[in-house]
Nanobody, 119 residues
């Protein structure tokens, strides 16, 4: 069983930056895909970014493209989400998730970390 633990959330002013981390533990970690998702109150969960573990290839939602960067450190079994030029609409709980099989849904989730951007 893979366990994912996010950290790095907090309160920041608009235009500021935060870096989220997601550390995996539990067994040899070799997912197919990692993702960062967010959910704001009253809104549906949104996938913000995803990363193919073997290649490091990333894909971003239009809402964060050019501002957020997802990366990985294989030696530390950790993925990161660098968030720059933050906007109040980025306020949400951010979750990391792993897809451990080549197809299907993300099937391992962290507990989430709160990001609040003040105007």
């Amino acid at each position: 069983q893979v366990q994912l633990v996010e950290s790095g959330g907090g309160l920041v002013q608009a235009g500021g930056s935060l870096r989220l981390s997601c550390a995996a533990s539990g067994r040899t970690f070799s997912p197919y895909t990692m993702g960062w998702f967010r959910q704001a109150p009253g809104k549906a969960r949104e996938r913000v970014a995803r990363l193919t573990w073997s290649t490091g290839t990333t894909l971003y939602a239009d809402s964060v493209k050019g501002r957020f960067t997802m990366s990985r450190d294989g030696a530390k079994n950790t993925v990161y989400l660098q968030m720059n030029s933050l906007k109040p609409e980025d306020t949400a709980i951010y979750y990391c998730a792993a897809r451990l099989q080549i197809l299907g849904d993300f099937n391992s989730w962290g507990q989430g970390t709160q990001v609040t951007v003040s105007s």
